[in-house]
């Protein structure tokens, strides 16, 4: 099993930047996903879910309007769209599929806000 984020780096304030997560290893269109982020110091935090059919999706409060989480079941992937970055986005974003009992998690992928 694998989830494997990619996307991140750093971008200047106000930019964009796509997350990726590709899974492997287990039935993706059984699973919601979840895209997390942790900043250091500060507890890991859901940002974005989205349901295993993708129709349905929540999202943070501090990212509503901003970002978009998506999936392509045929590519077993799940998306993060981020525009209008700010500096308090700066964490490492990590995706998350769960179903009934079982969870996965990705290794993370930095993503920088900074000028």
């Known amino acids: 099993v694998q989830l494997v984020e990619s996307g991140g780096g750093l971008v200047q304030p106000g930019g964009s930047l796509r997350l990726s997560c590709a899974a492997s290893?287990?039935?993706?269109?059984?699973?919601?996903m979840s895209w997390f982020r942790q900043a250091p110091g500060k507890e890991r935090e859901l940002v974005a879910f989205i349901t295993k059919t993708g129709g349905s999706t929540n999202y943070a409060d501090s990212v509503k309007g901003r970002f978009t989480i998506s999936r392509d079941n045929a590519k077993k992937t799940v998306y993060l769209q981020m525009n209008s970055l700010k500096p308090e986005d700066t964490a490492v974003y990590y995706c998350?599929?769960?179903?009934?009992?079982?969870?996965?998690w990705g290794q993370g992928t930095q993503v920088t806000v900074s000028s």
């Open positions: 290893g287990f039935t993706f269109s059984n699973y919601a």
């Open positions: 998350k599929a769960v179903f009934i009992q079982t969870t996965y």
